[in-house]
Structure formats: structure tokens, C-alpha cells
């Protein structure tokens, strides 16, 4: 029993799957589901959901059932597929209405360490396999290829984002982040996108003053200096504008009022990455000068260096005004791609170089789908390697009631004694 593994299981989990259901339902189709709750989170049932796609036009509703849950089922599967769906009570209002979409979240796999050296308990197959390789990547290495050489051509071109109001032209920032990283934030708000992508971004400042403070420094100051946050790159305070305007423009300090933190946190928490076209960051002198006669008057007076602009461009370009719409949702679903094809070439490659003409592959063929006729029986059809060889031909599958199977068993191909 040493040297066997242990394995534990819990019954429960065994007769009651109910109890702790599968992370990861199997997808037989492509679908879109989720669920339909007011303010305080308690479902809505019989609510009427409308799902809008574009490309292709689609249009479709449904109900909610009674846990406020809906699903949309029968629906073509492309490759970048963007929906809006927009959910309404049982008096058809849109007032104190949610959706939360049903998203996958992709397993966590962790790297796999203490992994056994290829010669530890190895057999003869595998030994073959790792001799062949080694051939066939010294043969590649050998291969200067055939042809005439092109000479190298060096493409350069600057990010530039589309609809941009960046007085300085198009991909003229000291960074820019375009459409393309945009869309891999998702549903990241601008405010945590700033976090994640720029250097030397804080909200730290001391007595209105726009100097860089560490979390070490505000330990040290005394109890009684008030240190109010704002908005500060490379000890520079940010000036945000969004479509050309700058959103200080609107705010206008009065007792009791929100902090210019405050003011700006709401519009970096309220935009998602979804509604932001392009980031374009201007922080040297040169590129931020054209920016400081705009500011407004009591900002121009302290002094132009310590001034940074982050110009947004938004896919609306209504500028920096907030709206939002109760019971709609945009939903980007995991973009649709057919599963890859395993590679068996269907003719012979002539080649200069014998080692290169040379199919030296270990695994022949795969096929991962082969369904069987109303008899049990399926063809299979494969084309075998240069040389001639005994091939192992590996069959396993699974019936409809979810008994599997296993077979095995030997396969000449040519004269393998001549």
C-alpha cells in the first residue's frame, strides 16, 4: 500500500451532485443566459428580455422564469459576436432593473513543477519518439531553405486612434493604448485600466499641493495637515479630457461639495473599457504645451510643468457625459473558433534536402469525432509514413448510456522485413 496513491471522496458529492453542481456545465450550443434582479438583488420573474445583435441582424426576447433566470438558445455562432439586451418588469418599465450575464470564467491552470525526466521509466516507444525528434531538429537546423532571399523591409507606423481630438495629430503621445488593448480589458473600468497600464500613476497629494507622496511620507506628516487626493502622474496633476473637452470644465469647488477626486473618480469608475475607443497619455512638455492654454485660468497661474493630459476618445465621442440606462447590457461573448485539424499530409513533398522530404512523425494520425452508423460500424482512412513500420492503432469511445471502451492492436505498413 506504500506505493500506491491515496484518493479520498466525498459520498455526498457522489448522491447528491445537486448539492455541488458542476463548475463547468458541458456547451452542446451556442447560447447566451444570465439573470434579472431589482436594486436589492431579489429576482424578477415573467420579466421581458430583448437581445439586439448586428452582425448578423438578430432580434429575439423571452421570459424570466421564477429564480429571474433567462436563456437564449438557438443562436449562430460567429466569431466576434456583440449583443445588447435589455431587460424591462412586469409593468414593461426599465426603472429598478439589472442583468447579470451568465460569463465563463476560463480555469486557473497553475505552471507544473517536479515533472520526471523523459529517461525515468521510459519504454521503447518513447525512447524511438525522443531519438526521432532529435533527428528531425538537427535536420531543420541543417536547412537553409530554397528560393531566393527578399531583402528585409522594416515597416514602422504609429498607434493612431480613430476619432481622436489630440490637438498634437494622430499617434503623436508619449503612450498610447488603441482600440486593439482596449478590448482586451472588457468589462475593466477606466479607472482600473489606468491603474493596471500606466507608471507612476497615483492620487496623492499634500495641502493642494501637486507633489508626488509616497504611502511612507503620509506615515510622517502630522495628524493635523490634510492631505486631499488627486490625480497625479510622474508628480504631475492629471488634466482628463474626454472627446476634446476637459471634464474640469464642469467642476466647480464650493463648501461641502466633492473634492476634485471625487469628481473625477465618478466619470474613471463610471466609463468601462467598452465604451473607450483609445487612451492617449501626454505627459512631456512638448506634447502637453498645446494643452495648458485650455486649462482653466487658477490651473495656468501656478505654473505649466506640472501638468499632465490623458486624452479619452470614447466609441459615442458625446464627450464627457454620463447616462446611464437601467436594464441594458452589453455582453461580448468569447469569440466562436473550430477546433484545429489534426495535420496528415495527402501527397508527397519533393525536396532537395532528404532529411527535410524525409516523415519522420511519432503520431500518424488523430481523430477526435468519429461517430458510428445505426450498425456500430465507422471507416477511418489515414496515410502512413515514408518508411515502413508496425503502427499502433489506439481506439477508445464512450455509447450513449456512458459505458467506454478501449481497443488495441498492431498495424503493418510496406515491407517491414526486407
Request: net charge positive; charged share 25%.
Amino acid at each position: 500500500m506504500l506505493t500506491q496513491g491515496w484518493v479520498g471522496y466525498d459520498w455526498k458529492d457522489v448522491f447528491y451532485p445537486s448539492a455541488n453542481p458542476i463548475s463547468y456545465q458541458p456547451e452542446t450550443e451556442f447560447t447566451v443566459s444570465g439573470t434579472v434582479t431589482n436594486a436589492f438583488g431579489g429576482a424578477i420573474e415573467k420579466s421581458n428580455v430583448l437581445l439586439f445583435g448586428n452582425k448578423p441582424v438578430i432580434v429575439k426576447d423571452t421570459l424570466t422564469d421564477k429564480t429571474g433566470k433567462f436563456k437564449f438558445t438557438g443562436l449562430f455562432p460567429v466569431d466576434t459576436a456583440i449583443y445588447k439586451l435589455q431587460a424591462r418588469n412586469k409593468r414593461s418599465k426599465e426603472f429598478n432593473v439589472a442583468i447579470k450575464i451568465d460569463e465563463i470564467k476560463p480555469p486557473e491552470f497553475k505552471p507544473v513543477t517536479g515533472i520526471t525526466p523523459w529517461y525515468v521509466n521510459s519504454d521503447t516507444i518513447r525512447l524511438q519518439n525522443t531519438g526521432t525528434k532529435a533527428a528531425q531538429e538537427k535536420a531543420q537546423a541543417n536547412y537553409r531553405g530554397e528560393g531566393n532571399m527578399l531583402r528585409q523591409v522594416d515597416i514602422k507606423a504609429k498607434k493612431v486612434v480613430k476619432g481622436s481630438k489630440n490637438l498634437n495629430g494622430p499617434g503623436e503621445a508619449d503612450l498610447i493604448i488603441d482600440e486593439e488593448e482596449v478590448l482586451k480589458a472588457k468589462k475593466m473600468t477606466l479607472s482600473e485600466l489606468l491603474n493596471k497600464r500606466l507608471k507612476n500613476y497615483n492620487y496623492w497629494t499634500i495641502g493642494g499641493r501637486w507633489t508626488h507622496v509616497t504611502r511612507g511620507d503620509l506615515k510622517r506628516l502630522p495628524k493635523l495637515v490634510t492631505v486631499p487626493l488627486d490625480y497625479t502622474l510622474d508628480t504631475k496633476k492629471i488634466h482628463f479630457i474626454i472627446d476634446g473637452i476637459d471634464i474640469d470644465y464642469f467642476y466647480f469647488p464650493e463648501p461641502g461639495s466633492a473634492s476634485r477626486y471625487e469628481y473625477i473618480k465618478n466619470y474613471l469608475d463610471y466609463y468601462t473599457a467598452e465604451d473607450i475607443k483609445g487612451i492617449e497619455v501626454l505627459s512631456s512638455t512638448k506634447l502637453a504645451s498645446k494643452y495648458h492654454s485650455n486649462t482653466r485660468g487658477e490651473d495656468r497661474e501656478i505654473g505649466q510643468p506640472w501638468f499632465a493630459f490623458i486624452e479619452i476618445t470614447t466609441r459615442t465621442g458625446h464627450g464627457p457625459f454620463m447616462k446611464f440606462t437601467p436594464g441594458t447590457y452589453l455582453h461580448k461573448p468569447l469569440a466562436f473558433t473550430l477546433p484545429k485539424q489534426f495535420y496528415a499530409p495527402k501527397y508527397t513533398v519533393k525536396n532537395k534536402t532528404v532529411a527535410m522530404g524525409t516523415d519522420m512523425r511519432s503520431t500518424i494520425h488523430w481523430e477526435p469525432n468519429i461517430i458510428t452508423d445505426k450498425d456500430g460500424k465507422a471507416t477511418v482512412s489515414f496515410y502512413s509514413a515514408d518508411k515502413p513500420s508496425v503502427y499502433t492503432v489506439t481506439v477508445e469511445g464512450v455509447n450513449v448510456d456512458g459505458g467506454a471502451g478501449f481497443y488495441t492492436q498492431k498495424l503493418k505498413a510496406g515491407d517491414t522485413n526486407p
